[in-house]
């Protein structure tokens, strides 16, 4: 696609479960970012990727957030045993190679009741 | 650690009037970049503005311009002739140049509202 791509747009979950967001970059970019907006705050940086591997995973809260990146594509965010501070946008950007500029995705509004 | 800092949660402008966003930092380096992304309500981030710290012009995109001071770590963002369609949420961010840290640091962002 022509930009990066989020998918659920909204997410409504119970405490205790697992969800998964996911995120398409746009084409041939070979970095990936994930970021966190609650409410009222602005963007909290989670984990970064190059191609597959993470060297940077320093943003993410606890052990029950983890995310895996196949192909040097697809990016898959994974929350478990969610929580109500889980509750927030979850927002993936792109960029080509190590560029500058990050390009982001319309983000993942996750609610957990 | 870099930090940022946008003190003004809201602002208002008329429409076809001036607005000046703040946006101050800290950083003990030399060479990094800075940013400032709009976000309507669809939650899309875009980009408006960029600038490099190791140039001393100020950058300019058509309506959009900044104060890049250097010395004094701000990077305020100026709108002109302000259009309905700039309401939204402004977000300040830096960027290190250093080798192994490309994750933006955000402002809290400022909201705008744009009066008809």
């Known amino acids: 696609g022509a930009g990066v791509s989020q998918s659920p747009s909204n997410k409504v979950t119970e405490k205790g479960k697992d969800v998964e967001l996911r995120c398409d970059p746009i084409s041939g970019h070979t970095a990936l970012y994930w970021y966190r907006q609650s409410l009222g705050q602005g963007l909290e940086f989670l984990i970064y990727f190059q191609g597959n591997s993470a060297p940077d995973k320093s943003g993410l809260p606890s052990d029950r957030f983890s995310a895996e990146r196949t192909g040097g594509s697809v990016s898959t965010l994974t929350i478990q045993r969610t929580q109500q501070e889980d509750s927030a946008v979850y927002l993936c950007a792109s960029s080509l190679g190590l560029g500058v500029t990050q390009y982001f995705g319309p983000g993942t509004r996750l609610t957990v009741l | 650690a870099q930090t940022v800092t946008q003190s003004q949660p809201e602002m208002s402008v008329q429409e076809a009037e001036t607005v000046t966003l703040s946006c101050t930092y800290d950083?003990?380096?030399?060479?990094?970049?800075l940013f400032w992304y709009k976000q309507p309500p669809s939650r899309q981030m875009i980009l408006v503005i960029r600038q490099e710290a190791y140039k001393q012009q100020n950058a300019t995109e058509n309506r959009f311009s900044v104060n890049f001071q250097k010395a004094a770590k701000s990077f305020s963002l100026k709108i002109s002739d302000s259009q309905l369609g700039d309401a939204a949420m402004y977000f300040c961010?830096?960027?290190?140049?250093?080798?192994?840290?490309?994750?933006?640091?955000f402002g809290t962002g400022t909201r705008l509202k744009v009066l008809a």
């Open positions: 961010a830096y960027r290190s140049s250093t080798s192994g840290t490309y994750k933006y640091i």
């Open positions: 950083t003990s380096e030399s060479d990094y970049y």
